[in-house]
């Protein structure tokens, strides 16, 4: 009967079956030994499933005492996946990077774009405070240089023909003196 016992659970576990309680170990003869070999196997087994559902959890914070192919097989499985959620947390943060570049861009542009609107309409003394190395900060400081540029030609164009209105109005008093003098 002890033979048929261990026979039956042996059965279910070799189904998948693992909620088998262990066997009571009576006697040190081979059914003894087999009871108890029986009982080591099962508290495998039951290790196995549990490791199993932790590196399906993603959890891999726990060690097991496992040996062999099994072993090396979960070994791997962990291995592999710390490196995928190494590469996630990566991949993730690459994202948010480039996300903060497109806004900060996006913002630039923006910037660059309301003072070339506000030229368009005759308006000269918005500035272009966008600098730096990269082509859009290269590209606002050249429009903030031909702005300022264009701002004083601008000035010294309305200085001349101010100048000039003077001096048209000098010489036109200057001539009907003349013809008022003859």
């Known amino acids: 009967k002890p033979v048929r016992k261990i026979s039956g659970v042996m059965g279910e576990i070799a189904k998948g079956n693992f909620?088998?309680?262990n066997l009571p170990v009576t006697s040190e003869d081979e059914i003894g030994i087999l009871s108890n070999t029986y009982n080591t196997m099962l508290g495998t087994m039951k290790e196995i499933v549990n490791q199993a559902k932790d590196i399906a959890a993603g959890d891999l914070s726990k060690t097991y005492e496992l040996k062999g192919e099994l072993s090396i097989?979960?070994?791997?499985?962990t291995h592999e996946l710390r490196d995928k959620q190494?590469?996630?947390?990566?991949?993730k943060e690459m994202a948010t990077e480039r996300e903060s570049q497109a806004e900060d861009l996006k913002d630039k542009v923006d910037i660059i774009l309301e003072c070339v609107s506000a030229a368009a309409k005759g308006d000269l003394s918005k500035h272009i405070n966008v600098?730096?190395?990269?082509?859009?900060?290269?590209?606002?400081?050249?429009l903030e240089m031909f702005f300022d540029n264009l701002s004083r030609n601008m000035k010294g164009i309305a200085n001349m023909a101010n100048d000039l209105a003077l001096s048209a109005k000098e010489i036109s008093g200057s001539v009907q003196d003349q013809a008022s003098v003859s």
């Open 19 to 21: 909620l088998q309680d």
């Open 73 to 77: 097989a979960f070994g791997k499985m």
């Open 86 to 91: 190494k590469a996630d947390v990566e991949f």
């Open 131 to 142: 600098k730096g190395e990269s082509a859009i900060g290269q590209m606002g400081e050249g």
